[in-house]
């Protein structure tokens, strides 16, 4: 026996022994490179095989590769035993105990006014309208000037306004964005414009200062007045039911003819809403041409549908947060 046939020997039982007390995968792969790297110790041991006689150089390479495959061995299997034990700490350590209680979250509700507005947007939407908004601070022109109220025009005198620093004021209706709209666009358009308003009221149990409308505007060639009674009948209906409905005679400075809308509502008629054709003023005031181009306009007030479909008798119920109230939605 040589002497690289006793280190070969010794080797292979100091890497069994090292291998079984490796503890990480870290500490396995720094063996794999102190044995088989390029100046391992087995490297080390074959390097001198070149000074043994040529007859005993088959033996010992025949035995080296032996130790060589046995201590390759004894590292995959080492691997495969540590990446088994590292995956079932892990596991222990992210284990759900699906037996244990949960947290409790009570499950939020619709606002009986979001209830509406999104039952409103859904019907329109259904009959091709474009959903729009715009913002709660407007200028003069586009609340007043542009929907043909000059500021001395008597109709200001109908909303009281909310007049910020800087000339600027919080919009008394949405119909803002409808000019916003057209002004970026070309006719034919159908939007639908829900948002919150403000105004100067009185607070009581009909009345806020702080509250939500929704109005629809359609412009195109050839559109008339029965387009308009056919869209705001199949709109209440989806809304209400099929109920008698009628159109009164009235007066708003961006319509012409315009007319209030009254729902026969538990044996009563109930004024819901105003609508009427498009001004010609408004169409110039955007641009478009009013011999060329026709357009209806409709508005409501959001807390008055919630307040008769849900039957409450005081507007402020709705602004209360009272989970006592909000529960039966």
Known sequence: MTQIDTQLQDLRQKAQDEIATCDTLDQLEQLRINYFGKKGQLSQVLGAMGKLDPSERPRVGAMANEVKQAIQTDLDNKRTALQAAQLEAQLQSETLDVTMPGIYRPQGQIHPLNGIIDRALDIFVGLGYTVATGPDMESDYYNFEALNMPPDHPARDMQDTFYLPGGNLLRTHTSPVQIRYMEQRKP?????????????????????????????????????????????????????????????????????????????????????????????????AVGYDPEKYTGFAAGFGVERFAMVLHQLDDIRRVYASDLRFLRQF
Not at 192 to 197: D, K, L, S, T
Not at 227 to 237: H, S, V, W
Not at 273 to 279: N, Q, R, S
């Open 188 to 284: 034919p358009l159908r939007v639908i414009v829900p948002g919150r308003v403000y105004r100067r009221d009185s607070v009581d149990a009909t009345h806020a200062a702080v509250f939500h409308q929704i109005e629809l505007l359609a412009v195109d060639e050839g559109l008339r007045f029965s387009d308009l009674k056919g869209t705001i009948k199949e709109f209440l209906r989806q809304m209400f039911g099929d109920l008698p409905i009628r159109f009164r005679a009235s007066y708003f400075p961006f319509t012409e003819p315009s007319a209030e809308v009254d729902l026969q509502w538990q044996g009563k008629w109930l004024e819901v809403l105003g609508c009427g054709m498009v001004d010609p003023n408004v169409f110039q």
